[in-house]
């Protein structure tokens, strides 16, 4: 007998007066085959797993010292003041930025970014909005800097700004890059009992690699 594989078929066909015809066909495939769909589907799913780097919050693999850079010569007994009144920002309350009214901080100039998974692969199209973060030796405050007549960036002391979120660092769960652009920084933060409650916010941060050691530095005590 003929052994016939099971991705083949047989079509017999008799013309009149001609012998018997015997065709072997491959019998098509809808959709593909599992395991090019389970390519795929990994494929896909490793892609979004490549976008973002995670980044060591507690800096031990880059030999991070414990002293944190905002505790550096901070008058305790007049700071101490100071730094209760920046815990009890509210977002909507007008600041200005300077060392009396944050003592000791770090500021940085970024720009938000709204970003989503349909927008991340074209970054020229991102919506962006100017921002200042203050990493105080126990928050993290995002300011929007009150805009100057001449259209110029506001400095980054002594300008107005309006609080638009203040988080105690220890509410600072991960912090990522974005792979294809490095200056972008993923914050997460904790927004409920478990793990995976997570709220994000993303900026593109002038000065990333002091603002990721400072971070570092400052969450030591947290550890």
């Not at 099971?6 to 491959?26: E, F, Q, S």
């Not at 905002?70 to 815990?87: F, H, I, P, S, Y």
């Amino acid at each position: 007998g003929i052994k016939i594989p099971n991705d083949t078929a047989v079509k017999l066909t008799r013309g009149a007066g001609r012998p018997l015809t015997i065709t072997y066909m491959k019998k098509p495939t809808r959709g593909g085959s599992l395991t090019s769909k389970m390519r795929s589907g990994f494929k896909s799913v490793g892609m979004a797993f490549k976008k973002e780097q995670e980044i060591d919050l507690s800096g031990a693999k880059h030999g991070i010292q414990e002293e944190s850079p905002v505790e550096k010569g901070v008058d305790t007994d007049k700071d101490a003041l100071a730094n209760l009144r920046v815990g009890g920002l509210k977002k909507g309350d007008v600041v200005v930025t300077g060392m009396e009214q944050f003592p000791g901080a770090k500021i940085f100039r970024c720009m938000k970014l709204k970003m989503s998974d349909e927008n991340v692969q074209r970054m020229s199209e991102i919506p962006s909005l100017p921002r200042i973060i203050i990493v105080t030796k126990d928050r993290l405050l995002v300011l929007q800097a009150i805009a100057l007549d001449d259209g110029l960036p506001p400095p980054l002391l002594n300008s107005q700004a309006t609080v638009k979120s203040n988080h105690h660092l220890s509410e600072l769960s991960r912090m990522t890059l974005l792979k294809k652009d490095p200056d972008v920084v993923t914050l997460h933060y904790r927004d409920g009992p478990s793990e995976k409650d997570l709220r994000r916010r993303t900026y593109r941060v002038d000065c990333k690699d002091d603002f990721i050691t400072t971070l570092q530095q400052c969450l030591q005590r947290f550890r």
